[in-house]
């Protein structure tokens, strides 16, 4: 889930750094997949809160497929019906593939890591990396470039043998 952000000067500096550092993100991806004997690909997927049940994701994905087609007033009924229910966030995940072995790597999560410090998934509220940040307000592209290509680096070499 999304790192939740607890104050607007944070909130301007994560919009600062997540599209770099999904850029980056990719490219470090690309490069290692250049160097490895793993096979890529890119996919969206939907995110649901841990607690949906399938029922539960089933009705939803029904309601909002009804939503296309529905009159002003049902599409009213509608939203406010999914109003009280989980709604997924949409991801983006790589998937690597090696003979047999498959392995799924959600980049949001590589740029939460990123761009927050200590950043886990565990914890819902993230402070900002203020070290990715320059003197001047602006992206430090060089640290940016040095954390996530170490990250990067880092989820390879945990791949299964």
Same mark, same amino acid.
């Not at 309601?63 to 049902?74: N, V």
């Not at 990396?129 to 170490?150: A, F, M, P, R």
């Given at each position: 889930?999304?790192? $939740?952000?607890?104050? !607007?000067?944070?909130?301007?500096? @994560?919009?600062?750094?997540?599209?770099?550092?999904? /850029? $980056?993100?990719?490219? &470090? /991806?690309?490069?290692?997949?250049?160097?490895?004997?793993?096979?890529? *690909? +890119?996919? =969206?997927?939907?995110?649901?809160?841990?607690?949906? *049940?399938?029922?539960?994701?089933?009705?939803? *994905?029904?309601?909002?497929?009804?939503?296309?087609? @529905? *009159? !002003?007033?049902?599409a009213d009924e509608l939203r406010d019906t #999914?109003? $009280?229910?989980?709604? !997924?966030?949409?991801?983006?995940?790589?998937?690597?593939? $090696?003979?047999?072995?498959?392995?799924?790597?959600?980049?949001?999560?590589?740029?939460?890591?990123?761009?927050? @410090? &200590? +950043?886990?998934?565990?914890?819902d509220i993230a402070d900002i990396d203020t070290?990715?940040?320059?003197? #001047?307000?602006?992206? =430090?592209?060089?640290?940016?470039?040095n954390k996530t290509k170490d990250l990067v680096?880092?989820?390879?070499? &945990?791949?299964?043998?």
């Amino acid at each position: 889930m999304p790192p $939740r952000i607890t104050n !607007p000067v944070a909130w301007q500096q @994560a919009e600062l750094l997540m599209q770099p550092a999904f /850029i $980056r993100v990719v490219d &470090n /991806i690309r490069k290692q997949l250049d160097a490895s004997a793993w096979q890529g *690909t +890119y996919h =969206d997927v939907l995110i649901w809160p841990p607690s949906t *049940t399938d029922e539960m994701k089933a009705l939803v *994905t029904r309601l909002l497929q009804e939503m296309e087609s @529905a *009159t !002003p007033e049902q599409a009213d009924e509608l939203r406010d019906t #999914l109003s $009280r229910l989980p709604m !997924p966030h949409p991801g983006y995940h790589l998937q690597l593939q $090696r003979q047999e072995q498959k392995v799924s790597i959600d980049l949001w999560e590589l740029c939460y890591q990123v761009c927050f @410090a &200590n +950043y886990s998934p565990e914890n819902d509220i993230a402070d900002i990396d203020t070290s990715l940040i320059d003197e #001047l307000g602006e992206v =430090d592209w060089q640290h940016l470039e040095n954390k996530t290509k170490d990250l990067v680096t880092q989820v390879f070499a &945990n791949l299964p043998d």
